[in-house]
């Protein structure tokens, strides 16, 4: 509990993704219905094409079906809005609950009680607003007579501001159905995410309170910011990705002007492969700390042309491969920390002049896991406490093959100049909801890691 109280005394800014997570429930009976409705063949055609947007239902059925087939934890942008129709004749939803990495993370830090969280969302709808928690420690940025002031987000919400709804497809490890004569048993549990990508959704801080970020910079110890991934190659009105990265440049720098605040990245799957190199390089030099989980390092990898390191991590998942990229990354973008997480094992690489030592580094790991589990086993953390569930999760059953191989890997390759390391997870066997899990890591590590600097003098 120590470090997690040590936490709790930071103030953080989150920006930018919120949008409304409907989540349904699957089993194997629904996901057999869809796949006799658009029959076998034609489905297994589909997923040899691979889409990587969804433009109709068979895209969908299609790219799920892949998900289940791999258990992998997926997200694809819908952009097809009249699909909606589709959707809601086939699904009933089960939960509606926050989503986007910015409102997870604030609802998360708030609920954690934090001293401060003030999170920032260009659109804030009444329905969207409704879902923040309602903790007297979370706010949302306002201009009143031309002055920063704040207000708890459901406060601040604007009538007529767009809404975006993801759906959210969870399922369960054993999960069983049948695709043509091929019998497929769902490896994991996960989370298959239809992501709303509209024009009227977009990732940018309103001009009226961009001047206010360095003000809002001095008030935090840290800034969490993601949602990069929502942003479009191009905007009927003209504007395009490199418009908004540009305005997410300055906004980074803005945050920095007069504190050099740490600021994390947390990087989401990027489907188009344009965007997510135009992210990587704008972004990350001017970022201190990047999170990521293990697919995303090897779409990272690949944009930076190291496509056989990237295509061995997709093939072999090899704890070896993982550290050889995360030092190339941490290089090449001159990260000051980078975080993986995968399902067996969470990583952090620095260079090896990181103010904290690997035992402190492991410690912060520690507490990104057991919140994550806490998570997964309540389906939220509603308050401090709940981390006390976290701690009676047991790590996964290849936690020693995983230390094993960190060792092996480390013998290998050249770690010197490198602080790495890793921890296995605590998995939770049958979790309530698979959602958020990512960000919670995160969220707990790039605090924690914040809350120890901060100790040495460091922040
Ligand atoms: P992401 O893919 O970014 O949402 O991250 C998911 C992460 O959550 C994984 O890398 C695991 O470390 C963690 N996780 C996934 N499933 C579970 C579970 N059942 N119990 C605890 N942690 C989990």
Redesign the pocket.
């Known amino acids: 509990m120590g470090l997690l109280e040590e936490a709790m005394g930071l103030s953080i800014y989150t920006a930018y993704n919120t949008n409304v997570d409907a989540i349904t429930f699957l089993n194997g009976e629904i996901v057999q219905a869809l796949i006799e409705e658009f029959g076998a063949e034609t489905v297994r055609k589909r997923m040899d094409d691979y889409p990587r947007e969804i433009n109709e239902p068979l895209d969908f059925v299609a790219r799920l079906v892949h998900a289940l087939k791999t258990g992998k ?1 997926m997200a694809v942008p819908l952009v097809n809005e009249e699909l909606h129709t589709w959707f809601d004749s086939h699904f009933k939803y089960d939960v509606e609950r926050m989503g986007g990495q910015a409102g997870i993370i604030a609802n998360l830090l708030a609920n954690l009680d934090f001293r401060r969280v003030i999170v920032y969302t260009p659109h804030l709808a009444r329905k969207q607003a409704e879902m923040f928690v309602d903790k007297p420690n979370l706010f949302y940025p306002v201009i009143e007579d031309g002055r920063l002031a704040f207000k708890h987000p459901r406060e601040a919400y604007r009538e007529g501001d767009p809404i975006k709804v993801n759906r959210i497809f969870e399922f369960r490890a054993g999960t069983t159905f049948r695709l043509g004569d091929e019998t497929i048993r769902v490896p ?4 298959f995410i239809v992501s709303a990508r509209f024009e009227s959704i977009r990732i940018y801080t309103e001009p009226e309170l961009k001047r206010f970020l360095p003000e809002i910079g001095l008030q935090v110890d840290g800034a969490i910011l993601s949602g990069y991934q929502g942003i479009k190659l191009r905007y009927s009105d003209g504007k395009d990705a490199n418009h908004y990265l540009r305005e997410a440049k300055k906004d980074i720098l803005l945050l920095k002007r007069e504190k050099d605040v740490r600021v994390h990245l947390e990087f ?1 799957s990027i489907q188009n492969r344009e965007l997510r190199k135009k992210v990587i390089y704008n972004l990350f030099p001017l970022v201190d700390s990047v999170g ?5 390092i090897a779409h990272v990898l690949n944009a930076l042309g190291y496509s056989k390191l990237a295509e061995r991590i997709f093939t072999y998942n090899r704890i070896e491969d993982t550290v050889l990229g995360g030092k190339i990354l941490v290089d090449e973008m001159n990260l000051e920390v980078l975080q993986i ?6 990583m952090y690489i620095t260079h090896s002049d990181n103010p904290l030592s690997e035992e402190e580094l492991r410690s912060s790991l520690e507490l990104a ?1 057991t919140l ?2 806490a ?3 309540l389906g939220d953390i509603k308050s401090p406490e709940d981390i006390k569930v976290g701690t009676r ?1 047991p790590y996964n059953e290849y936690g020693e093959f995983v230390k094993l191989r960190f060792e092996e890997a480390k013998r290998r390759l050249r770690t010197r100049e490198y602080k790495v390391v890793i921890i296995p ?7 309530v909801s ?9 969220a707990g590590a790039f605090t924690s890691y914040l809350a120890m600097l901060r100790k040495k003098g460091e922040l």
């Open positions: 934890p994991f549990s996960g989370r989401a990521m989980d293990e697919a995303e997480h995968t399902i067996y094992y969470i896991t994550a589990a998570r997964a086993s999760v997870t605590r998995l939770v066997r049958n979790p698979t959602v958020g899990l990512g960000d919670t890591i995160s």
